[in-house]
């Protein structure tokens, strides 16, 4: 099993799940697969070197998820950045990773004459919006135009899951996941408060290891949602992705954590209606 795998997995078990929620936008696991198998295709036929690495500069959003599995599905290598970096930071990583493509939400695109300055690896960029400018010498394109328009989100299908898969958690997963190729997978970089960034490798094993532990020791299934305010470019919050992608689950996206009423306002209004049943106080 591959990390790419565990979305294809979830994807043909739970179709019309509800995958993630990010605001008044949602996306089933069907369409998050369809669509971050379209990126990693069009990823893949940039005839990059294999295991290239792709840096994903994106906030929480429904575009990063695309984002990350659509590296994996290209059979790359994910390198999830800090959005809080200075561009000379972020310069000094994709020049340490030697990434050779580039993720990065439009809304950075003021920066991105900082952060590629004198950058020597980076040939393509992909952003979910057409920039408006692209810096000299790189090929640009946008989730619009890989995806034949403008991706708004999807509502959840009526009905309930035509397959169902009541051993998501079982034996055959874990003997998967031991299978997991040992090839590295994804780097993410530490803060670097005492120093410079250094990046932490692991493997399509490394992740898929903790996942399933994590799975296991929580209890997680597919009836289960979270409330994701810690960055998906943090291995805990990279964590709360895959886990939840993996049992089926539902991450509800909110990046207003410095507002914890609205974030619970948030909470209450997508969580399971048992939830909604527990005390304001809590």
């Known amino acids: 099993m591959t990390i790419f795998e565990i979305l294809e997995k979830s994807a043909s078990v739970f179709p019309s799940h509800l995958a993630a929620i990010h605001g008044d936008r949602k996306i089933s696991y069907k369409d998050l697969y369809l669509y971050s198998t379209k990126v990693g295709n069009h990823i893949s036929s940039l005839n990059l070197e294999k295991k290239s690495r792709i840096a994903i500069l994106f906030e929480n959003s429904l575009e990063y998820v695309i984002a990350f599995f659509a590296v994996f599905k290209a059979g790359h290598v994910a390198v999830p950045l800090d959005t809080s970096l200075k561009p000379e930071r972020i310069n000094d990583i994709l020049s340490n990773c030697q990434a050779s493509a580039f993720l990065v939400q439009a809304k950075y695109e003021r920066l991105l004459g900082d952060i590629l300055r004198k950058n020597r690896s980076v040939s393509f960029l992909i952003s979910e919006k057409p920039l408006r400018q692209t810096p000299s010498g790189l090929s640009a394109e946008s989730f619009d135009q890989i995806l034949d328009g403008p991706f708004p989100g999807v509502e959840k299908p009526s009905g309930e899951p035509k397959v169902h898969h009541p051993d998501v958690l079982g034996h055959d997963l874990e003997r998967e996941s031991a299978q997991a190729p040992p090839e590295l997978a994804a780097i993410f970089y530490t803060s670097g408060s005492t120093g410079s960034s250094k990046g932490v490798m692991l493997s399509h094993r490394n992740l ?20 994701v305010v810690l960055p998906f470019y943090y291995i805990y919050g990279n964590s709360l992705l895959l886990t939840h992608i993996m049992t089926g689950g539902t991450l509800v996206i909110e990046n207003r954590f410095l507002y914890p009423q609205l974030c619970w306002i948030r909470w209450k209004e997508k969580a399971s209606p048992a939830f909604r049943e527990f005390p304001q106080t809590l």
């Open 208 to 227: 898929i290891a903790n996942t399933i532990a994590t799975i296991q020791y929580l209890n997680l299934g597919p009836k289960d949602s979270v409330l």
